[in-house]
C-alpha cells in the first residue's frame, strides 16, 4: 500500500484549470533549486508553459517551506509565491536508488536548475558530466553566489551580501546615513531573471542543434548588473558615487517630495519635463532661472531645489498636485505602500495579482508574470504544490510501475501525498 504523508479531510489532488499551449510548451525542466533566485527562474519557465518539476528533500522539503511567518492556513506564504504552477516529488538525492530516480528523470528533460554551493551536485555524484552522459542536450542551469570561477568561486552566496559586495548598499539609503540593503531581495530576484533569459537563449540553440550546455548566473553578477548609471559615472570620472536617497543620480528634480498629506513623485528627466513642472508649481522664471535652466546646473544646485520646490508642493494635498501635474504632462506618482500598489487598478487590469484555489491554504494570492506575449500567454493552471504531492503520477510518467513506486516509499528513497496511482 502507498504511505503517504496526506492530512484527514485534505483533498487528493488540487484542483487545476486545464494548461493551455504556451510558449515554452514541450520543455521539461527539472527543479533542484530552493528559496528564491532559482525557484524565480522556475516560475518564469512555468508561467510560460513549461512543465517545472520540483524536486524536494524529503525532511522538510526546500527551505521557503519552513519560513513560519506568515502562513496562509499552516502553508508558508513566501513559498507559495515563487512555485506556482509546478509539480513536485519529494526524493531522497542522498540515497543511491533516489540518484537513480532522478537519473532516469534527467534523460527525458530538456533543463535542470540548482543553486547549491559549488561541488555539491558533484559531491553527489550527479554533477553535469555525469548528467549529460544520460541526456547530451540536457541544459544545466546554475546559480551560486560569486559564479564558479574566480577567488570566490567556492564561498556561499546570500542576497543582502552579495548587495554589499556588489556596491549596491553603498548607494542606497540618505546621504551621511548608514549603508542599506533595497528593501527587496533584488539580488535574487535578478539572478532568477537571468537564469530564465540564458536557459531560453540555451534552449534557442538546443532546437537548432541539439547541443546542451551549462548555463550559470550568480548574485554578484544580478547585483552588478544593476549598476548601469553608477559604474558609467565611476568609469567615467574616477568617482565612486554614493546614496542619493529617493533623488537620481543623474537628473534632477527626480525624487520624491513631501506634499501637505503624502510623498509625491516627481520626475524632470529631461528639459521639456523641467519647464512643464515649473509652469506647474507657477514659477515659470525656473526655466530661466541660472541655477536651474540646465539639468547640469540643477545637479549643482540640486539641495537648494528641493527646498524651493518641497515648500511650494506642502501647500496643496497629493490629490491636488498629482492632478496638476497630470494636466500639465509631468511624469508624477504617488508613493504607494505595498498594499495600495497591489490593489490599485491598473496593477489588477495589468494580471499582476493572480488568485488560485490551494488545497489547504484556500484562496492564494501571488504576483502575476510581468512579461506579456499576444499569442501565448502566461497561464496559471495550479497552485503551489504540497510536499510529494506528485511524487506517484511523476514516476509513473518515468517508467515506474506501482510495486517499485510502494518499494521507493518503504525505502524512505521518496514521500508522496497524491493518490493517484502509476501503471501497474
Not at 91 to 105: A, F, I, N, W, Y
Not at 106 to 116: C, K, M, P
Amino acid at each position: 500500500m502507498h504511505n503517504d504523508t496526506q492530512r484527514d479531510g485534505q483533498p487528493d489532488k488540487q484542483p487545476e484549470t486545464p494548461r493551455p499551449a504556451g510558449a515554452l510548451a514541450g520543455m521539461r525542466v527539472i527543479e533542484l533549486s530552493q528559496i528564491m533566485a532559482g525557484p524565480t527562474c522556475g516560475m518564469m519557465l512555468a508561467d510560460m508553459g513549461a512543465d517545472v518539476i520540483k524536486v524536494e528533500k524529503i525532511d522538510g522539503g526546500d527551505d521557503s517551506r519552513q519560513y513560519r511567518d506568515p502562513q496562509i492556513n499552516g502553508i508558508s506564504a513566501p513559498y507559495l509565491m515563487l512555485n506556482r504552477n509546478k509539480r513536485a516529488i519529494a526524493l531522497d538525492l542522498k540515497h543511491p536508488e533516489g540518484k537513480k530516480v532522478l537519473l532516469r528523470m534527467i534523460r527525458d528533460a530538456d533543463v535542470v536548475t540548482e543553486n547549491f554551493r559549488k561541488g555539491t551536485m558533484e559531491k553527489l555524484g550527479l554533477g553535469y558530466d555525469r548528467l549529460r552522459q544520460e541526456n547530451p542536450g540536457l541544459i544545466y542551469c546554475a546559480v551560486s553566489g560569486y559564479g564558479t570561477t574566480g577567488p570566490y568561486a567556492d564561498k556561499g552566496g546570500f542576497d543582502l551580501v552579495a548587495q554589499g559586495f556588489s556596491g549596491l548598499m553603498a548607494i542606497t539609503g540618505e546621504p551621511g546615513g548608514p549603508p542599506l540593503r533595497t528593501g527587496n531581495s533584488v539580488a535574487d530576484i535578478n539572478a532568477g531573471l537571468l537564469a530564465a533569459f540564458g536557459v531560453l537563449a540555451a534552449y534557442q540553440h538546443k532546437q537548432r542543434t541539439g547541443e546542451g550546455q551549462i548555463v550559470e548566473t550568480s548574485l554578484l553578477e544580478a547585483s552588478l548588473q544593476q549598476l548601469y548609471w553608477h559604474a558609467a559615472i565611476y568609469f567615467g570620472s574616477g568617482v565612486s558615487p554614493g546614496p542619493t536617497g529617493s533623488a537620481h543620480v543623474l537628473s534632477a528634480p527626480y525624487q520624491a517630495f513631501p506634499t501637505a498629506t503624502d510623498w509625491i513623485i516627481i520626475g524632470g528627466a529631461n528639459e521639456k519635463n523641467w519647464q512643464r513642472i515649473a509652469q506647474a508649481l507657477d514659477k515659470p522664471e525656473w526655466a530661466e532661472d541660472p541655477r536651474y535652466a540646465r539639468n547640469r546646473d540643477r545637479m549643482q544646485n540640486r539641495d537648494q531645489l528641493v527646498e524651493e520646490m518641497s515648500a511650494i508642493l506642502k501647500t496643496r494635498s497629493a490629490e491636488e498636485w498629482l492632478d496638476v501635474f497630470d494636466a500639465a504632462g509631468v511624469p508624477a506618482g504617488p508613493v504607494h505602500s505595498i498594499a495600495q500598489a497591489l490593489s490599485h487598478p491598473q496593477t489588477i487590469a495589468r494580471g499582476m495579482v493572480v488568485e488560485q484555489d490551494h488545497p489547504v491554504a484556500g484562496k492564494v494570492r501571488t504576483v502575476g508574470m510581468p512579461v506579456k506575449l499576444s499569442a501565448t500567454p502566461a497561464h496559471y493552471h495550479r497552485a503551489a504544490p504540497r510536499l510529494g504531492e506528485d511524487t506517484i503520477a511523476i514516476l509513473g510518467e518515468f517508467g515506474y510501475g506501482a510495486a517499485e513506486i510502494d518499494a521507493l516509499i518503504e525505502a524512505g528513497v521518496v514521500t508522496a501525498v497524491d493518490r493517484e496511482r502509476a501503471p501497474a
